[in-house]
């Protein structure tokens, strides 16, 4: 298992201020002891490739790998060309994966808003519809399309269209695709929806081909009953907070154990930071410790239900062997 981090604390620094770049976050993350660094579309204002290749030189430099890439697209938006719009995004950033991560690294995908006029049933028509047609282009590529049980972006004006499980069932289900395709799992973000988190991954264990951790605590006076909505759910408040992984509502020794009986050995990429890189540093360890505990203190790639898949499609392993400590 390789651990890398995800800049949750500086987002609007990056993608909406712009008072910092890819390359000062490159910089800030080289004093913590992970392997990747999972970077985010709006981190990205040029996209040309001698851009993105200095992008790919400074991750190098820092002892780094560029595993996961963080898109949010908007399948759902009821205007026909913002979502051609949002296709097109996605294709030119899975490029960008696959310059920057290789063979093998993965991309995520999102369902879209929640916009009120759009139903269930044509939302779900098109994400399924957009991500099959995604799909050439990512084996083309050879990156993996990991779809999101997700939340909100902190930039979208709705909450995630698949944010209840059903419905993100519903579409994960409907996309035979085990190759270039699967799940990236968020813990929290469960927790958010009205789902117990591990229950959540037992039921989706054998697609999950990446994982972001996080957590989540209640505030001071907050239970889980006072957030919980009539129709179930759980709304984004302030009353979940940000904190170190580990030290919150999910249940991470069963959340390991799950992942390690069904061979995951893969990437889980902290997304933490939101009260300073001490909190980051303390996620790491934390998941330092959980690779000696629960996966034998292995720094391999190697997820066993995806490489099965590859397998089965004739596309060669994506597995990575161990790596030694690189120290910074």
Not at 229 to 250: C, E, F, M
Not at 260 to 283: F, H, K, L, Q, R
Request: net charge negative; with cysteine; glycine share 8%.
């Amino acid at each position: 298992m390789r651990i890398s981090v995800f800049p949750k604390g500086d987002l609007t620094a990056l993608a909406v201020d712009r008072t910092m770049t890819v390359f000062d976050w490159i910089e800030k993350a080289r004093v913590l002891p992970a392997e990747g660094l999972e970077l985010y579309s709006g981190m990205f204002w040029q996209t040309d490739d001698d851009h993105i290749d200095q992008v790919g030189e400074h991750l190098a430099a820092a002892g780094f790998e560029m595993p996961m890439l963080c898109v949010s697209p908007d399948f759902t938006n009821p205007d026909p060309e913002v979502r051609k719009a949002e296709f097109d995004r996605e294709i030119e950033m899975m490029r960008i994966t696959a310059r920057l991560g290789g063979r093998g690294a993965s991309t995520r995908v999102l369902s879209g808003q929640k916009h009120p006029e759009v139903s269930r049933e044509q939302g779900v028509e098109w994400v399924v519809d957009a991500i099959t047609r995604l799909l050439p282009i990512a084996r083309e590529l050879g990156v993996t399309l990991g779809l999101e049980n997700h939340y909100k972006d902190g930039f979208w004006r709705y909450p995630e269209f698949a944010q209840k499980s059903d419905v993100f069932l519903e579409i994960l289900n409907a996309i035979d695709d085990r190759a270039s395709f699967g799940v990236q799992f968020d813990p929290s973000n469960a927790i958010v929806a009205g789902d117990d988190s591990a229950d959540f991954l037992e039921q989706v264990i054998d697609r999950v081909v990446t994982m972001q951790a996080s957590d989540r605590s209640l505030a001071p006076g907050a239970s889980l009953d006072d957030l919980r909505q009539s129709d179930g759910t759980l709304g984004y408040s302030p009353a979940l907070q940000h904190g170190v992984i580990g030290q919150g509502l999910n249940d991470y020794d069963r959340i390991f154990r799950t992942l390690a009986d069904a061979g995951y050995d893969g990437w889980i990429s902290i997304e933490d930071g939101v009260n300073g890189m001490g909190e980051m540093a303390e996620s790491v360890e934390f998941l330092r410790e959980a690779r000696d505990t629960y996966f034998r203190g292995s720094t391999a790639v190697r997820v066993r239900t995806h490489e099965a898949a590859l397998a089965a499609a004739g596309l060669p392993s994506i597995a990575r062997g161990e790596i030694e400590e690189v120290a910074r």
